[in-house]
């Protein structure tokens, strides 16, 4: 499992690699659990989330077996975050994660014309993360672009993009403003977010 540290900013963000734990097949029974949710309009429908976003489900009880394997590897990304950002804040020895919830964006270039990505953030949840499912193209695009906490989004281009990498969790703030960005083709592009709860000992 390797980790590596973005330092954006004042802010840290960590990728942590699950490779090999996860696998290709992994990845396809989970896009086709996407598609099935989609198909029986298991999906937020209103003004302000784009199409298609999976309803927050995937890390409930009685989610598939597949969505239990992933929710392990977001609590464990979760934990190194914490360990390699240990200035985070003063009390994380105090912390107890409490839950976790995840959904799934599948967009596409024709889709994309007609839905708004507006910067946006997690608050009130203590971390978020960001899974590359799938990424079309050469991942040279379609990753996660972050806005300067020390400025508005609205007064300043102050941003720093973080590539997509398959098998990979990105683990932030769920304060810090971030966006998708998008991929130039029909090849549908999928990524899972997930919050994460904690509470004081």
Known sequence: MNCEVYNLFPTNIVRTDFKGFITPQDHQEMM??????????????????????????LFQEQAP????????????????????????????????????????????????KTQANPWHHHN?????????????????????EFHDPRTAPAHATQFQCVAPQDYTWIIFPGWLAHKSNYVDTEDPRYVIAANMYVKVK
């Not at 999906?43 to 199409?51: A, I, R, V």
């Not at 977001?74 to 240990?86: D, G, K, M, V």
């Not at 994380?92 to 596409?108: H, I, M, R, S, V």
């Not at 978020?128 to 695009?141: A, F, I, N, Q």
């Open 124 to 144: 009130p949840a203590f971390l978020s993360g960001v899974y590359y499912l799938k990424v079309p193209g050469d991942w040279s695009s379609g990753g996660t």
């Open 65 to 112: 077996p597949i969505w239990q394997k992933l929710k392990q590897t977001f609590y464990q990304a979760c934990h190194n975050y914490l360990q390699a950002t240990p200035g985070f804040t003063g009390n994380q020895d105090a912390l107890e994660f409490t839950g976790a919830g995840a959904w799934c964006y599948k967009g596409w270039k024709g889709l994309n």
């Open 32 to 57: 086709q659990s996407v598609d099935m949710l989609i198909e029986n309009g298991v999906y937020t429908d209103n003004e302000l989330t784009p199409k298609y976003q999976t309803s927050v489900v």
